[in-house]
Structure formats: structure tokens, C-alpha cells
């Protein structure tokens, strides 16, 4: 079989894919170790017996739903490859708006930053790639991402301090923190995308959340106040209908300069505030 073969049959196989073009060239050039330009420069190149049979595995893989980041055990976030297995959320590209906006905060060159519920370490490992001086700390309360983000750290060199905590009540009150943000699960239980694509695979905890999706932001938004220093910034993302009930919490809160964030596709999908000066833990 020839890569242009094994194209065209992929395709032919995956035709109930959403992007079958796309999930054919990810699971070949898993297959090959190559990148994509070499799909394209050797369509004539011949996949060796072994390459094969993985590569029809791969798309029987596939048939069956499993998401292709799961069948390679890798994905891209902020032109980073991450390490990702089922343990975890695989990592959007709706959450660099996330890095995106807190890069555009004004900040210490030494910034003290802590990235909850970090999954792959996606959040906290794009901060540290474009701001090494910053001190970067994350956290899950899954032991096996705990494990998975500090693997990702390692391979990519980028020193992050990650911790095992349910939320912050692990993580020391001292020093405080100028940045604390967060991809949390804010979907409703209800949601009847959870029954669809890749979604289906992905665990519930890192999805889910009660009170309409809430709780868990809910959650974060008061624990935050008393590990940020005074004007330290909270962001979270949150679910596009959600903006505006997550605003109303952050000011009934008493979180000063309560913004709103929209990614490129116009959708709201950061919202945060500041600790106001002086206010008491
Ligand atoms: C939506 S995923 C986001 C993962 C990653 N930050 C990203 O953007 O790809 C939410 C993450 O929060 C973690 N999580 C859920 N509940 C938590 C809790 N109570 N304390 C800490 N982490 C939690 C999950 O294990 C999961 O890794």
C-alpha cells in the first residue's frame, strides 16, 4: 500500500468522520513518525507490512469513535506536543483565548501564576513557553494528570511546579499568587453533546459540573481571593451562555475590574476580575 493508497482507503473507511482528511493525515503521520509535508511530497512511498497493520488498527480505532488524540497519545496546544491520555480533558484550541488573555495582563516579569485543574499542563506550560521568568504552578485532583503534566513539563523542559489538590485547599496560602486561572468543567450534566463525538470518551470529571455547569467556578472564584495578592488577577473560561452568570458571581464576590473576554469565533469565552487593595482574606 502507498501513502496515496492509504489516503484514499482511510478516507473511504472514516466517511462518517466530521474531518475524515484531517483524522487520516493525523493517524498516518503517527504511523510514519513524520510530519504532514511528507504525506505530500511521497505519495508514491510504500507503508512497510508493520505500518500497516498499525495504520488499519488506527482506523479501526477510529470507527469506533476513540478520538484520534487518544489514539496517538498526543496533541498540539500553543504549537506545543502534549502527552495525552484518557485521564483528561484533550486540550482545545478555544482555550489559547485562556493564554492569550492572560499574556496581555500586566504582570511582574517574575510572576507568580497558578493554572488549576491543569489536565496535560496545556495552560500552564504555554504560559511558561512565552514567559520563562514567570513562576508557574498548576494543579488537578486526578492523580494520573498530576503525573501526565509533569511528564509534559519534562519532555518540553518547562520547569512547572505541579501539585495534587482539590481545587486550592492543597495549595499553600503563602507565597500569594498575581495570576490564578483556570479551564474548569462547566458543562451541565444534561448536556446532550456529551452523548456526541469525541466528548464521549473524554471523563465526566473533567467535564461536568453541578448547578447548570456552575458549581465548580462557583468553587474557585471564592477559594482564589485569599491565595491572590491584593489587584492579583482571576481568569476562568467558561461555557459561551455562561459569561454573564459568571460575571454576576465575580462581583457578588467583590472582585474589582470584571471583564469579558471573546475568542475569534466571537464567542465569550474568558471572563475575571481583580482582587480589590487591602481586603481581608
Ligand atoms: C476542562 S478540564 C481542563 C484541562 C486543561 N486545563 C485544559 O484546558 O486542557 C478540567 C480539569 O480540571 C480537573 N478538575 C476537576 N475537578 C477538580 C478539582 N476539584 N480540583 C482540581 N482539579 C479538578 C480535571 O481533572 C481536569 O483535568
Not at 450534566?189 to 471523563?203: K, S, Y
Amino acid at each position: 500500500m502507498t501513502l496515496q493508497q492509504a489516503i484514499i482507503w482511510g478516507r473511504q473507511q472514516l466517511s462518517q468522520s466530521e474531518d475524515a482528511g484531517a483524522d487520516v493525515s493525523a493517524l498516518l503521520c503517527f504511523v510514519l513518525d513524520k510530519e504532514k509535508a511528507y504525506l505530500l511530497t511521497w505519495p508514491e512511498r510504500e507503508l512497510t507490512q508493520a505500518q500497516q497493520q498499525q495504520y488499519k488498527d488506527c482506523i479501526a480505532e477510529r470507527q469506533k469513535g476513540r478520538p484520534v488524540a487518544y489514539i496517538t497519545g498526543r496533541r498540539e496546544f500553543w504549537s506545543l506536543m502534549l502527552e495525552v491520555n484518557d485521564s483528561t480533558l484533550i486540550p482545545r484550541p478555544d482555550t489559547e483565548t485562556l493564554v492569550e488573555v492572560a499574556l496581555s495582563l500586566k504582570l511582574p516579569d517574575n510572576a507568580r501564576v497558578l493554572d488549576l485543574g491543569t489536565g496535560t499542563g496545556a495552560v500552564a506550560l504555554a504560559l511558561k513557553s512565552e514567559r520563562p521568568g514567570w513562576q508557574v504552578v498548576a494543579c488537578d485532583h486526578n492523580e494520573e494528570a498530576v503525573a501526565l503534566a509533569r511528564r509534559n513539563s519534562l519532555a518540553l523542559g518547562l520547569e512547572v511546579d505541579v501539585l495534587f489538590s482539590n481545587w486550592l485547599q492543597s495549595v499553600p496560602k503563602s507565597p500569594k499568587f498575581d495570576l490564578i486561572l483556570s479551564n474548569p468543567p462547566y458543562i451541565e450534566a444534561a448536556d446532550p453533546h456529551l452523548a456526541t463525538g469525541d466528548v464521549r470518551f473524554e471523563p465526566h470529571t473533567a467535564l461536568i459540573a453541578e448547578n447548570n455547569g456552575l458549581a465548580d467556578i462557583e468553587t474557585i472564584i471564592k477559594q482564589a481571593k485569599s491565595h491572590l495578592v491584593d489587584q492579583g488577577w482571576l481568569l476562568l473560561e467558561q461555557g459561551w451562555q455562561q459569561a454573564d452568570r459568571v460575571i454576576d458571581l465575580l462581583f457578588k464576590t467583590g472582585y474589582k475590574k470584571v471583564n469579558r473576554w471573546q475568542d475569534y469565533a466571537r464567542v465569550e469565552r474568558v471572563t475575571g476580575g481583580k482582587k480589590a487593595s487591602a481586603e481581608r482574606d
